[in-house]
């Protein structure tokens, strides 16, 4: 029993590490859930981030609104432009 444990530790690497064989690149099966439908994957998400904190929400937030946006780490948070508009009225 003992050896199992010491052989899927071995399989792991710290996520800065990338594989260095195809070997190596294996599916963790205990995070990925096969479902027969989009509703039953959608209740899932639900009740799971139902469970999470709200801390732990909004930190996940947060990460992808940096990913979408394209900032984040020693990236630069965006700022707005300065933009004028010159707009004439007409006589009234």
Same mark, same amino acid.
């Given at each position: 029993?003992?050896?199992?444990?010491?052989?899927?530790?071995?399989?792991? +690497?710290?996520?800065?590490?990338?594989?260095?064989?195809?070997?190596?690149?294996?599916?963790?099966?205990?995070?990925?859930?096969?479902?027969?439908?989009?509703?039953?994957?959608?209740?899932?998400?639900?009740? /799971?981030?139902?469970?999470?904190?709200? +801390?732990?929400?909004?930190?996940?937030?947060?990460?992808?609104?940096?990913? /979408? /946006?394209? /900032?984040?780490?020693?990236?630069?948070?965006?700022?707005?432009?300065?933009?004028?508009?010159?707009?004439?009225?007409?006589?009234?």
């Amino acid at each position: 029993m003992a050896s199992s444990k010491k052989s899927n530790s071995t399989r792991r +690497h710290k996520a800065s590490s990338p594989p260095r064989s195809a070997k190596e690149l294996r599916l963790d099966r205990t995070c990925v859930r096969i479902v027969n439908s989009f509703e039953e994957a959608d209740r899932l998400d639900r009740e /799971y981030w139902a469970r999470q904190t709200p +801390h732990a929400r909004l930190r996940e937030l947060e990460r992808l609104r940096q990913f /979408y /946006y394209g /900032y984040g780490g020693s990236k630069p948070t965006p700022r707005f432009q300065k933009v004028f508009k010159i707009v004439e009225l007409g006589k009234s």
